[in-house]
């Protein structure tokens, strides 16, 4: 597990460094600058008017103009930056995330949620926020307090007692809303992920009538994150409220007390007006960081799920680079379960396949067999043995290098926005002839031809108008493209008519005179006849391996025993 130094995100954060030391130091000036209303009123009220020159008035109007302009070309510059930060920030941790997130999502089967791009864009947009300029801003707060003491004693510590209640009113809405923001949070994401999962099932779900008691639970989980936001925002409401009526009763107050003081003759008018104008400048920063608090804490949040996001899912080291496999796979006394599981799904698996060898994999239903197929395309780690490919730890391949040389048709077959020449060419650069020869050898050409704009014909991630069938005959393509050494078919003719099946048997023909290792799993026969061997899984266990012709005839002899001997009990039983 990597350490907060290390991870993608604190090394961003620290690369835009420089950024917000450029943000500081505008905001230097800022402050510097926020000191004129405060002069301009304190000479006009003690030097302009008691001396009645109008040009010196403007002089002073012209100088105060001019430095406004610049305030307000600073206040542009310093949120630019910011602006400019956050996408720079995007562009560092952008492609680490969804890297994370994919390597989440092969760890946690089900846990495909997309919050991740979510939480960046929240702290994205607190970057870019008034709360950072807040914490830039509130660090002045002690000079404005030293002018107000320098005025009068009395100004400063009515200044410190206003800036501590505010700050105190800041502390209790953050901890009053704290608890209900964070479970708001985790129940509207639930019922985003419920209302996804949802939707992809919309025909099951209206073929059996499911709809509305399907609707009622996301309903019911959607409806007390709601209650859980309105009473933090109920809360949030209350306090800004009470903040913004005291800020503005304190500005007043210490209007009274200028005067008391003008009357004892302890300061000017000029710096009874200045100190209530470099009050709002003490109070200013507490009041922004009231108004952007819900944004501050939202950042905070996103800031630390992502950060425990990259700690748990650290990005794998370079491997060294190998040679193209010729596809040797071994399987030495493999046990795994699913990633986050307790209970092995298979157990003591010893495999052992030269290139070009065909071996079917038969077995009831959670047998382990999809299991099995995951560890031998190395999407599960094991939990104890290996799985090699030409001698080497198939984890510790790159995987953007093995990629293009591993087939692999899952049994719920995906494809993906865009045109099918891309989705055969897995989004690589297309090569036209490689993406041809994979569908003749997939049996699928003709077909695609057929297509209202043959290989550019754009589908949807569901399929669009394509059936079931022609999606499977799509993903067998992909699974072919290139030159793969080792492919596994997982169900691959469940959807297939009998011309399907026959592209499959004659891709499977194609495979085998290409020196291509296929493992498939199927419970129909037809593919199963032009295998080598047969690999039979029971509760995740090797029942028999051998030869095709030869586990067929152990299974159908031990088959016929149990058939005998469950009519000899039969017998025995009814005998008088």
Request: charged fraction near 20%; glycine fraction near 10%; include cysteine.
């Amino acid at each position: 597990m990597a350490s907060d130094s290390n991870t993608t995100l604190h090394r961003a954060l620290t690369a835009c460094r420089g950024s917000l030391l450029w943000v500081a130091g505008f905001s230097l000036c800022l402050n510097l600058l926020m000191l004129t209303p405060a002069l301009y009123m304190l000479q006009v009220y003690d030097r302009v008017i008691t001396t009645g020159s109008e040009e010196t008035l403007l002089m002073l109007t012209l100088v105060v103009v001019f430095l406004f302009l610049v305030v307000g070309g600073l206040e542009w510059v310093r949120a630019d930056i910011l602006v400019r930060l956050g996408n720079r920030l995007d562009a560092w941790v952008s492609e680490p995330l969804h890297a994370a997130m994919f390597r989440r999502g092969l760890g946690r089967p089900g846990g495909h949620a997309a919050w991740p791009l979510d939480d960046l864009a929240t702290l994205r947009q607190g970057l870019a926020g008034g709360g950072l300029l807040a914490f830039f801003d509130v660090v002045w707060v002690p000079v404005y307090l030293g002018l107000l003491y320098l005025f009068d004693p009395w100004f400063g510590a009515f200044a410190t007692f206003a800036g501590v209640m505010l700050l105190t009113l800041v502390v209790a809405s953050e901890k009053a809303t704290r608890g209900l923001l964070d479970a708001a949070g985790r129940e509207q994401s639930g019922a985003r992920e419920l209302a996804a999962g949802n939707l992809r099932n919309a025909e099951a779900l209206d073929a059996m009538g499911m709809l509305s008691s399907i609707a009622g639970r996301w309903l019911a989980r959607h409806r007390h994150g709601l209650w859980l936001q309105s009473r933090a925002s109920d809360r949030a409401a209350l306090l800004a409220s009470l903040t913004r009526a005291l800020r503005l009763l304190l500005q007043s107050l210490i209007l009274g007390l200028g005067a008391l003081l003008v009357l004892e003759e302890r300061i000017t008018p000029g710096m009874m007006i200045a100190g209530s104008i470099l009050l709002g400048r003490v109070l200013s920063p507490v009041d922004q960081l009231v108004g952007s608090w819900r944004g501050i804490v939202g950042a905070r949040a996103a800031y630390r799920r992502l950060e425990a996001l990259f700690r748990e899912q650290p990005a794998a080291a370079p491997a060294m680079s190998l040679p193209p496999p010729a596809g040797r796979l071994a399987l030495e006394a493999v046990t795994a379960g699913a990633p986050g599981g307790s209970q092995p799904i298979v157990a003591g698996v010893d495999l052992r396949l030269e290139p070009g060898e065909q071996v079917g994999i038969i077995g009831p239903s959670a047998s382990g067999k999809s299991t099995l197929a995951r560890l031998v395309l190395g999407i599960w780690p094991t939990w104890d043995g290996c799985v090699r490919l030409d001698g080497a730890d198939i984890a510790r391949w790159d995987r953007e290098a093995l990629g293009p040389h591993l087939g692999y048709l899952p049994q719920d077959v995906e494809l993906f926005s865009g045109t099918i020449g891309e989705n055969i060419a897995r989004f690589a650069p297309v090569d036209s002839d490689q993406v041809i020869a994979a569908a003749r050898r997939a049996g699928v050409h003709e077909m695609i031809l057929r297509l209202p704009d043959g290989y550019d014909t754009r589908i949807e991630p569901s399929g669009g108008l394509l059936s079931a069938g022609q999606r499977q005959r799509i993903g067998l393509a992909r699974a072919l493209y290139g030159r793969p050494a080792l492919v596994v078919l997982d169900e691959p003719n469940s959807n297939l008519d009998h011309r399907g099946e026959q592209a499959l048997s004659h891709a499977m023909d194609a495979l085998r005179r290409e020196g291509v290792t296929l493992l498939v799993i199927s419970h129909r026969t037809g593919v199963l006849r032009r295998v080598d061997r047969l690999l039979v899984l029971e509760s995740g266990r090797v029942r028999l391996f051998g030869p095709r012709d030869r586990v067929l005839a152990r299974m159908a002899g031990r088959d016929s025993e149990g058939g005998q001997a469950a009519r000899r009990q039969s017998s025995d039983s009814e005998a008088p």
